[in-house]
């Protein structure tokens, strides 16, 4: 038996395909903005460059073998094996695995699989273990804990993800741990705060950008789509709208209500770079 596809998944690429077509970036990651940069599609490659700059100037000295768990893409990768540093990556899409190998390289060497279930040698240990966007999808239980079985004595963790805020409300952005949840964790752990920078600010425009391709784009796309059934297959229009009525409305509500944008997430999230040390 065949093993389903997540849609989520092939959105994921079919994004990374669209990108890659109209702007010339191979990188899924949010981009770092700044006051000297307009916020639009056109800048997403210069901001999602910049913030893989940011991140990379984030690891310290010394620093040779990196795991980029949920490399997604490949992009921060290629940009880490670029300046010399020995990499590999977890990564529990198929699809996405394909694409990082085109990004950073056939001979990119990937564990397939999610990170809590991927078996390493005893022995395998690295400076450093990254989650660039991907930390917020472990469970937080283990996820220091899986971490910290990885590293050399006196290893780095370098977190660069969104967490939940306190406010009140339900967001319709998704996604995220609890940010005290993760102080806790984090509290109870071994590690030592190195760094801990707050970027919401810097990351919240990408949900603007996301705002205006639902309005600029899938909207009127959907609207043309409408069209052309109502007016050539009436009833096939009227039984797809009610055969999925259920997720046109979650994906209006989700894209098309213009609530995604950034000033929900800087409510309702709180993006942050951690570098963390674990002593030796």
């Not at 077509?21 to 056109?42: A, C, K, M, P, S």
């Not at 290629?78 to 990564?91: F, K, T």
């Amino acid at each position: 038996m065949s093993t389903k596809v997540d849609s989520k998944e092939v959105g994921l690429v079919a994004g990374l395909n669209l990108f890659h077509f109209f702007l010339g970036t191979r990188d899924l990651h949010y981009g770092l903005w700044g006051d000297d940069l307009e916020v639009n599609i056109r800048n997403l490659p210069e901001a999602q460059k910049r913030y893989t700059e940011f991140l990379i100037e984030h690891i310290p000295d010394g620093v040779k073998r990196i795991l980029d768990v949920g490399c997604g893409a490949g992009g921060v990768a290629a940009a880490l094996r670029a300046r010399g540093y020995e990499v590999e990556g977890v990564s529990p899409s198929p699809l996405l695995t394909e694409a990082a190998r085109q990004n950073a390289g056939e001979d990119f060497k990937i564990h397939e699989g999610r990170f809590e279930d991927v078996t390493f040698a005893a022995d395998d240990r690295f400076d450093l273990v990254l989650f660039s966007e991907s930390f917020q999808y472990i469970t937080l239980g283990r996820v220091l804990d899986d971490a910290r079985a990885r590293l050399a004595p006196g290893g780095h963790v370098l977190i660069c993800d969104f967490f939940k805020t306190d406010a009140p409300g339900k967001s319709i952005i998704g996604g995220g741990h609890k940010l005290h949840r993760f102080r806790a964790a984090l509290d109870a752990s071994p590690f030592e705060v190195v760094e801990d920078l707050d970027i919401t600010r810097e990351t919240a425009p990408n949900l603007d950008i996301v705002e205006q391709m639902g309005r600029e784009l899938m909207l009127p796309t959907g609207d043309l789509i409408g069209y052309f059934l109502d007016r050539n297959y009436p009833w096939l229009a009227r039984l797809l709208r009610w055969k999925y009525r259920k997720k046109l409305d979650k994906i209006r509500r989700k894209y098309l209500s213009g609530e995604r944008n950034g000033a929900n997430f800087a409510r309702h999230k709180n993006y942050r770079l951690l570098l963390l040390r674990l002593p030796e």
